[in-house]
């Protein structure tokens, strides 16, 4: 069994993306600038946001994180993601989900113009991703994708099979994967709630690809020896012996499902750390186009 | 086993549409108007545009037909998609695929309106299709959708197995599947020409959508007793008895499949009058829409 350090591979991902900015600050090129807009006080987005500003410095990158209180309305949010999609200082931004109940998030998610929606969930670019065209990815699919690329894992010919079909993990990854190509090629199944004989299927799976926010809900004998299986969950547990009061669950049965795998990715320290990555990569893509380099 | 006959439904279809479009000109609406851009003399191309305009007729839409010699510039191309995405006559428009090989045909597609394609190959309406938000959905598919819909053939549940990744049928077939929502909530895998053990994969569908074009392709031993099999493909294979010199061929072995089927769609009169169907439907539903009705 080989572990999948996300971390440890976020890290180098992050060097190397300082290294290009670096070569593009020397050659007069201004650095990339990704901005974040936060609504409210939500624990979980806080940290998210704090994450993304903290790589944006170990990337080399400008952030600029604009906060509002939870009673902004959806007009004047709006507002403010129309100053941004202007903004010529800006290169990408995001709209830190989820958004108070009175704020229509769809709205909000197609008001960011396609050329700087580094989140990847704008419709034209989850569209150009399906058709297997250039276009700004989801972050925790294509996180995913170079985590099997740098690891070896070809998935060309191999049955994944995908639990969970969010459109910010299950559609995405599985529409990556059989896309034709090096990280692609792959047979794909995708499950869900609705899904019968699920045991079964997923013991089929060479690679399982778990994003269904379950604690533990992949078990030993549902995965076949020598498989490969990446945790996307990221469940937060209460814990009462943790400082902040719980810790992340994934939704694979770490301790009992990793001596039969081949690789596997942990959580915390797995996915979620090459979501951030991703982000960066695509803000640094964002960044280049906008200069045309 | 049943006969999923697609001839009569899309002809009763034709009807319901023919029906809804004198209401609309019984309170004095003008008629949705379908155009289609014809770029050369390919033969396919031919007979499909030729019902594309007789389909209209049938439905009481006007039509409009703009036929180009295959040297046509891409330039002079995109300027006559332009006049029609500003046309406010026209509802909705295709470009009838393929084009010569001189035009970048991704370029056209992304060039017509959102608003106004019919086809729904513009990345937006992807990528609307994905997420599951309201948009002109992909003519077969929807099609295939309305088929299972109309015969009574419950998704939900299902291991749908799709042969076939193209942009226009497998992919969007199968993010339609796997959706929320009466006719989805199916577990969706997707085959390819990559793919291993693609004949027990396929025998443990409960759905078979054949979408490769390779006639014959899917044979009796790939098939579980009581599936249900949609055949989408439609090769024109040489034949010396027949007026037109070439018969259509579909990919699965009709003959020796359809015993052991509780449904089959035939080809021809399956999935490919369907087809067309849907896309009187997005032009019906395109002009509602700029009619505010």
């Given at each position: 069994?080989?572990?999948?350090?996300?971390?440890?591979?976020?890290?180098?991902i992050?060097?190397?993306?300082?290294?290009?900015?670096?070569?593009?600050?020397?050659?007069?090129i201004?650095?990339?600038?990704l901005?974040?807009?936060?609504?409210?006080?939500?624990?979980?987005?806080?940290?998210?946001?704090?994450?993304?500003?903290?790589?944006?410095?170990?990337?080399?990158?400008?952030?600029?994180?604009?906060?509002?209180?939870?009673?902004?309305?959806e007009?004047?949010?709006?507002a403010?993601?129309?100053k941004?999609?202007?903004?010529?200082d800006?290169?990408?931004?995001?709209?830190?989900?989820?958004?108070?109940?009175?704020?229509?998030?769809?709205?909000?998610?197609?008001?960011?113009?396609?050329?700087?929606?580094?989140?990847?969930?704008h419709?034209?670019?989850?569209?150009?991703?399906?058709?297997?065209?250039?276009?700004?990815?989801?972050?925790?699919?294509?996180?995913?994708?170079?985590?099997?690329?740098?690891?070896?894992?070809?998935?060309?010919?191999?049955?994944?099979?995908?639990?969970?079909?969010?459109?910010?993990?299950?559609?995405?990854?599985?529409?990556?994967?059989?896309?034709?190509?090096?990280?692609?090629?792959?047979?794909?199944?995708?499950?869900?709630?609705?899904?019968?004989?699920?045991?079964?299927?997923?013991?089929?799976?060479?690679i399982?690809?778990?994003?269904?926010?379950?604690?533990?809900?992949?078990?030993?004998?549902?995965?076949?020896?020598?498989?490969?299986?990446?945790?996307?969950?990221?469940?937060?547990?209460?814990?009462?012996?943790?400082k902040?009061?719980?810790?992340l669950?994934?939704?694979v049965?770490?301790?009992?499902?990793?001596p039969?795998?081949?690789?596997?990715?942990?959580?915390?320290?797995?996915?979620?750390?090459?979501?951030?990555?991703s982000?960066?990569?695509?803000?640094?893509?964002?960044?280049?186009?906008?200069?045309?380099?």
């Amino acid at each position: 069994m080989q572990l999948i350090d996300g971390k440890k591979t976020s890290a180098e991902i992050k060097k190397e993306i300082a290294a290009e900015v670096e070569s593009m600050t020397a050659r007069g090129i201004r650095r990339p600038h990704l901005a974040a807009i936060l609504v409210g006080h939500d624990g979980g987005s806080e940290t998210y946001v704090a994450n993304k500003v903290k790589s944006c410095a170990e990337c080399g990158f400008t952030s600029t994180l604009l906060r509002f209180e939870d009673d902004i309305t959806e007009q004047q949010l709006l507002a403010e993601v129309a100053k941004l999609n202007e903004n010529p200082d800006i290169d990408g931004f995001i709209v830190q989900l989820p958004l108070p109940a009175h704020i229509d998030e769809q709205k909000v998610i197609e008001a960011v113009s396609p050329d700087k929606d580094v989140d990847g969930f704008h419709p034209v670019n989850v569209g150009r991703l399906s058709i297997g065209l250039p276009g700004f990815k989801s972050a925790t699919p294509a996180g995913i994708i170079e985590l099997l690329r740098r690891y070896g894992i070809s998935t060309r010919g191999k049955h994944v099979v995908v639990i969970g079909r969010s459109n910010i993990v299950g559609k995405p990854i599985a529409s990556l994967l059989m896309q034709k190509g090096n990280t692609g090629d792959a047979t794909v199944t995708v499950c869900h709630s609705h899904t019968q004989n699920l045991k079964d299927i997923v013991r089929s799976a060479d690679i399982i690809i778990a994003a269904l926010g379950k604690p533990g809900f992949v078990t030993a004998d549902m995965v076949k020896d020598g498989a490969t299986v990446i945790d996307v969950g990221t469940t937060r547990v209460p814990d009462a012996s943790r400082k902040s009061g719980f810790r992340l669950c994934g939704d694979v049965d770490f301790d009992n499902v990793a001596p039969k795998c081949e690789f596997i990715t942990p959580v915390p320290g797995g996915v979620g750390p090459m979501t951030i990555v991703s982000l960066m990569l695509n803000t640094l893509q964002a960044a280049k186009q906008r200069r045309g380099c």
